[in-house]
């Protein structure tokens, strides 16, 4: 069984930055898939940034550019390192891992999820 553990986030202002971190630990230490979700009061889960076990990415148009998702396989943990930020980046921020082969940000694809963190972003 896998668990994910969350740490990071917090408050930061526009054009500032934050980072995430996801640390996995359990039975399968090299999960297929990857991903960073997150979600405000009232709206469903979105997923923005997904990667595989090989490095390769997806994002979301709305943080393209401005976030960066990594993981360090060795270590069993995600990153995201979030630049340029903006006031509806504002969320609570999601870990989550899955089996799936294509990474893909839908989050029914994925399986464990980390316990949340928030973001808040001020103007």
């Known amino acids: 069984q896998v668990r994910l553990a969350q740490s990071g986030g917090g408050s930061g202002q526009a054009g500032g930055s934050l980072s995430l971190s996801c640390v996995a630990s359990g039975d399968n230490y090299n999960p297929a898939c990857m991903a960073w979700f997150r979600q405000t009061l009232g709206k469903g889960r979105e997923g923005f940034a997904a990667?595989?076990?090989?490095?390769?990415?997806t994002y979301a148009d709305s943080v393209k550019r401005r976030f960066t998702i990594s993981r360090e396989n060795g270590e069993n943990t995600m990153y995201l390192q979030m630049n340029s930020l903006k006031p509806e980046d504002t969320a609570m921020y999601f870990c989550?891992?899955?089996?799936?082969?294509?990474?893909?940000?839908?989050?029914?694809?994925?399986?464990?999820w980390g316990q949340g963190t928030q973001v808040t972003v001020s103007s």
């Open positions: 989550a891992e899955g089996d799936r082969a294509i990474c893909t940000l839908d989050p029914d694809n994925y399986q464990t």
């Open positions: 990667i595989d076990r090989y490095g390769a990415t």
